[in-house]
């Protein structure tokens, strides 16, 4: 555990690194018993005896994917509800991720379940499955809503699989992602009112409320309340707004004891600003500078609302919601450390540089710019790394034909392919750990550097600023 | 998640698995399991006919047991057995002596697995008896029946829960009870 006293203290070594990673497996175990445990209940209640028939089959098929489907729906909602205790072990991208890969066999599971429960009964009818259908829908309300819900569920992830994302404005897919919140609401009622395994069961009936309850009050108060409290109870304000080179602007945060945020360098916060158009959307920024009494984000222009943050008024109130990741110190097991940037990307590296626990030469910072005099930050980077005799290296050049993360070699150079030149820049690299921030092709780029290098996964750090 | 804990949970899961399997081939199975095709063999001519007064009677009425469920007029009950609501009252006697019963069947209810139809007697105002006129037996049913003809003694309504797996029974059989009861 880091701890942070007067002076810096960080404990690093292979113990540190088994500890985190002992952590990230017990809360993905954690993930999966708590979709496993209803199955398990049901099997061990007899849920597998007396399969005789189609019809019986059919029925374990419905109850399983039921059970199965709605713990899982359970955890896809709790990996974005923005709980500090998983947020801290996975981070914010990795839990986002995870919520994201669980979406279509969430949908297809309960897909599975309507299906199913529609066959089995008109098997045991023997009528065609439309009818029991409209029979069930008419004479049961809960039925109703729920199949209602199930085709909402459908709406959202086909309008979150990547061909629709490209199509669709951020607006349009938010909104109706915000369905979603609904679609799970209206199925609640058929669990617990005709559910039998539920109604069978008192413990699991129990075990279903306490989860409902446990992620809809996560999400009630991490993604709404708790960020709108701390913002008036702090009186959370912008307090500078600094244009930088490169079409950059700092954004300096302050607010009544706003560093009981806890914010850490290399984390980053989503940002709400109150002002007109503005509001109804958070971004995500880096911190970029060590947080202490204010906290300052660096934020580029790229389109929608980042443009228009250059012309923000000092006083115009925001909300912040985090903070977030674990870009940071949290996951630094080695002494030496790479700290790698491209572009804005340099926002959470600059930070790090200032505040990491390091000797002289411990850390070495590459900073990928096509142009020095149009490089974020690179004045203040250039004077830390000298206050604190970090090495660095501004990489400068226009960008490879092809792949690639550093300048394009001239005529004259020798040819040396792209690992061969990091090593040479960072010859401790492979007893760093590395972290990386730029865009998303860049990044790729230097990882598969560091895939020829061999560096372990586990050592490497992460960080998009476009996601 | 690291391979080695992969492996190790993957082998605790399917094992736990195994065991719960295993658990669950010793238990008493479920009530009972719906899904098997009901035959409705004996009682078929019987709700077949009682069909029309059935319908009558709207669905998803369930869960109130104190709503008396809308009465159908007694016609259209050509089940021929069904007698009418027959009170052996005791003419306003001085001597309280003989108990108040009254007997009533209630309408044929029908429903997805058939067709529930029950008898019910009533002592002094209290449910006393409930037998089962028309009911599928099948699929252990007829425990079910069972269970909720003692649930309906106790409780002396049908304000009482579910059996697992036979809610669609449970529901048809509270509602003929209802049914009953709204007839004394």
Not at chain 1, 338 to 360: D, F, K, Q, V, Y
Not at chain 2, 61 to 68: E, I, L, R, S
Not at chain 2, 87 to 105: L, N
Not at chain 2, 112 to 119: D, F, L, M
Request: charged share 15%; proline share 6%; hydrophobic share 45%.
């Amino acid at each position: 555990m880091a701890h942070q006293t007067a002076a810096k203290q960080v404990v690093l070594g292979s113990g540190r690194l088994l500890g985190i990673q002992r952590r990230i497996d017990a809360v993905e175990l954690l993930g999966w018993l708590a979709v496993l445990i209803p199955a398990l209940s049901y099997v061990a209640d007899g849920g597998l005896t007396n399969l005789s028939d189609a019809g019986s089959w059919f029925e374990v098929i419905n109850r399983l994917s039921a059970l199965i489907g709605t713990s899982m729906l359970l955890v896809h909602m709790l990996l974005i509800a923005r709980i500090p205790w998983l947020e801290k072990t996975l981070g914010l991208d990795k839990l986002t991720s995870h919520h994201k890969k669980l979406g279509k066999p969430v949908l297809y599971l309960l897909l599975l379940h309507t299906v199913t429960a529609v066959v089995s009964y008109s098997i045991a009818d023997s009528v065609n499955p439309l009818v029991t259908l409209i029979g069930l829908v008419t004479d049961y309300p809960q039925l109703l809503l729920a199949t209602v819900g199930v085709v909402l569920m459908i709406v959202v992830v086909i309008s979150s699989i990547r061909a629709a994302r490209r199509r669709m404005s951020y607006e349009a897919w938010y909104l109706i992602h915000l369905v979603s919140y609904v679609a799970v609401l209206v199925a609640i009622p058929h669990q617990f009112e005709l559910g039998s395994e539920l109604l069978a069961s008192p413990w699991l009936n129990g075990y279903f409320i306490a989860l409902y309850v446990y992620v809809f009050a996560n999400v009630v108060w991490f993604r709404s309340l708790r960020p709108v409290v701390a913002s008036l109870l702090m009186n959370q304000r912008i307090t500078q707004v600094k244009k930088e080179a490169n079409r950059t602007t700092s954004l300096t945060i302050t607010g009544r004891r706003i560093e009981r945020l806890g914010a850490e360098a290399g984390q980053f916060f989503m940002l709400r600003v109150m002002a007109k158009g503005m509001w109804w959307r958070s971004h995500p920024f880096s911190v970029s500078a060590s947080p202490s009494k204010e906290i300052r984000f660096t934020i580029g222009a790229r389109g929608d609302d980042t443009a228009k943050i250059q012309d923000l008024e000092p006083g115009t109130r925001v909300i912040l919601e985090g903070p977030f990741g674990v870009f940071s110190e949290a996951k630094r097991t080695r002494q030496q450390v790479t700290l790698i940037a491209a572009g804005i990307g340099i926002a959470p590296i600059r930070a790090l540089a200032e505040s990491m626990a390091a000797e002289p030469g411990d850390i070495t910072v590459i900073y990928r710019v096509t142009d020095t005099s149009d490089a974020a930050l690179l004045d203040e980077v250039k004077r830390i790394c000298q206050e604190r005799e970090h090495d660095l290296f501004v990489l400068t050049g226009s960008r490879p034909n092809g792949p690639g993360f550093m300048p394009a070699q001239q005529e004259g150079e020798r040819q040396q392919p792209e690992y061969q030149r990091l090593l040479t820049i960072a010859p401790y690299l492979l007893e760093s750990d590395v972290y990386i921030c730029g865009p998303g092709p860049w990044s790729e780029s230097v990882l598969h550097a560091l895939g020829k290098l061999h560096v372990a996964k586990d050592h490497i750090h992460l960080e998009e600023f476009s996601w | 998640m690291r391979v080695g804990t992969r492996i190790v949970a993957t082998i605790v899961a399917s094992s736990s698995a195994l065991v719960a399997w295993s658990i669950g081939q010793q238990s008493t199975p479920p009530d009972l399991i719906l899904v098997q095709a009901s035959p409705a063999t004996t009682d078929s001519s019987a709700s077949a006919t009682t069909k029309p007064s059935a319908s009558a009677t709207p669905p998803a009425d369930n869960t109130a047991g104190a709503t008396p469920a809308p009465l159908a007029p007694a016609t259209g009950n050509t089940a021929g057995a069904r007698p009418a609501p027959t009170s052996t009252q005791a003419p306003t006697a001085p001597a309280p002596v003989a108990p108040v019963v009254v007997s009533v069947t209630s309408d044929a209810i029908t429903y997805k697995y058939g067709t529930v139809q029950v008898a019910l007697t009533m002592t002094d105002g209290a449910i006393t008896s409930v037998k089962m006129v028309q009911g599928d037996a099948s699929n252990g049913r007829a425990d079910a029946y069972t269970s909720l003809v003692d649930a309906t003694l106790a409780a002396q309504s049908t304000n009482y829960g579910n059996i697992s797996g036979a809610t669609f029974t449970v529901d048809a059989f509270k509602k003929a009870v209802d049914n009953a009861l709204a007839k004394i």
